[in-house]
């Protein structure tokens, strides 16, 4: 494999907490060296930069691919096409497909398409029940041998408080990652908005956000009980950061995410009823927007991810009511992630601890880094370019995104993935 430099580049390095000039060199798809001088090396090919930002490619948590059972919604190639246009060089893939991947014969045909067709890294995980169902809990031991990097029913949230536990025990027994959507399934049953005057004005069936901390709380009761590690996929509420701080302070393994709807959006973004805003969980006041991301800011919520989320045109073509929740995200999570850097709410080095180093220091990659031996996976953007989304140009077989037509701030120029150029903008 031939060397590379990049030179003139602006390097965001979240583990650091440094944004300042200087070049990087690549060799063998890893990182050999970086510097801040004029004592650059030599090197076979020379990238000059620009001054754009060169920072650790995304490690995006919580990936939907709709393969197997729904490929005409997502499909391995169509995803990693989007993930790569969008600074994405890891997704961690949800098991919520047709059917659920709660085996290691459906596993591994998953890592076969996925390695055929995606030009980043696939991560695959697994159910943590079978069909994600809640009654019985999958074989842990045999998906992590056939390459499962977490366990999660997704929002199918485990019922049974002695099978979750169970599971919990035995995730621990073995040293698995155990996701979960912290969420009461009963009083969130049916919901499409956030309960308050907003959702009462617009006659629309709603949950409390008590649903989530009742939902945390029962999680992190559990993981008292059995000392198991465990991620919660979204916190989205000002009402569950208590809890998290509480069980962070007293030592517990657990780690949690929000994603990147809930950071820039919040539920009166709904008022016309435009169903590529109903996303699950709902989103929120923007008081609970602004603590959420204030919790990102100060390391309380570790990751952001995107919730890629692919439907059709019929799923959302309903009453909001009765529309499919989801987004893709895979190609705009960047840039509206960018929208909290230009609005000062958060630094970029703080922004790529959220979205490369905390998900690869979760799933135990050595990926998110911007140090020698650190796999080359990439992201070169330029934060301040300017342009207004169509959706139809998103690489996404399915295009519901709320972000259709918004003005947004920052585009991905190119991105590497173990040194070799997947990605670069026309």
Not at 70 to 89: D, F, I, N, Q
Not at 190 to 219: H, N, Q, W, Y
Not at 373 to 398: H, M, T, Y
Request: some cysteine.
């Amino acid at each position: 494999m031939t060397t590379t430099l990049f030179t003139n580049a602006r390097l965001i390095d979240p583990e650091a907490g440094t944004d300042g000039p200087g070049w990087l060199l690549i060799d063998g798809g890893m990182i050999a060296g970086r510097g801040s001088g004029e004592d650059r090396p030599q090197a076979e090919v020379v990238v000059d930069c620009g001054g754009q930002c060169l920072a650790p490619g995304i490690v995006d948590i919580g990936v939907k691919v709709c393969e197997p059972g729904e490929r005409h919604k997502e499909s391995y190639r169509s995803a990693g096409l989007a993930a790569a246009a969008g600074g994405v060089t890891t997704m961690a893939t949800r098991p919520d497909t047709l059917p659920a991947i709660d085996s290691p014969e459906v596993l591994e045909f998953v890592e076969r398409r996925a390695n055929e067709a995606a030009p980043v890294n696939v991560l695959p995980m697994a159910a943590l029940t079978k069909g994600r169902e809640g009654r019985e809990m999958v074989e842990i031991g045999f998906l992590m041998d056939a390459g499962a990097v977490a366990f999660t029913d997704c929002d199918h949230v485990v019922r049974d408080t002695k099978v979750l536990a169970r599971a919990l025990s035995y995730a621990r027994s073995l040293g698995a990652l155990v996701i979960g959507h912290p969420q009461d399934p009963g009083l969130s049953a049916g919901a499409a908005a956030t309960s308050g005057k907003f959702a009462s004005l617009r006659g629309l069936p709603a949950v409390s956000p008590m649903a989530e901390r009742m939902g945390l709380d029962r999680d992190i009761a559990l993981l008292e009980m059995t000392q198991a590690c465990y991620h919660a996929d979204q916190i989205t509420t000002a009402r569950a950061l208590p809890a998290l701080r509480r069980a962070k302070r007293n030592g517990l393994d657990i780690t949690a995410g929000t994603s990147i709807h809930h950071l820039t959006l919040n539920e009166l973004d709904v008022s016309d009823y435009r169903t590529f805003f109903k996303v699950k969980p709902p989103l929120r006041s923007e008081e609970d927007r602004q603590a959420v991301t204030e919790a990102v800011r100060e390391g309380l919520i570790d990751i952001i991810s995107s919730m890629h989320t692919p439907q059709d045109e019929e799923s959302k073509r309903q009453p909001f009511e009765a529309a499919a929740s989801g987004a893709v995200a895979l190609e705009t999570l960047l840039p509206a992630a960018l929208r909290l850097y230009h609005a000062e709410a958060l630094d970029l080095p703080t922004l790529f601890r959220a979205l490369s180093l905390n998900p690869a220091k979760r799933l135990g990659l050595p990926a998110g880094r911007l140090v020698p031996g650190a796999p080359a996976d990439l992201v070169l953007f330029d934060p301040g370019k300017p342009f207004i989304l169509d959706r139809f140009a998103l690489r996404s077989k399915s295009k519901n995104t709320p972000f259709d037509g918004a003005r947004l701030q920052g585009r991905v120029s190119a991105t590497y993935v173990a040194g070799t150029r997947v990605y670069e903008a026309e």
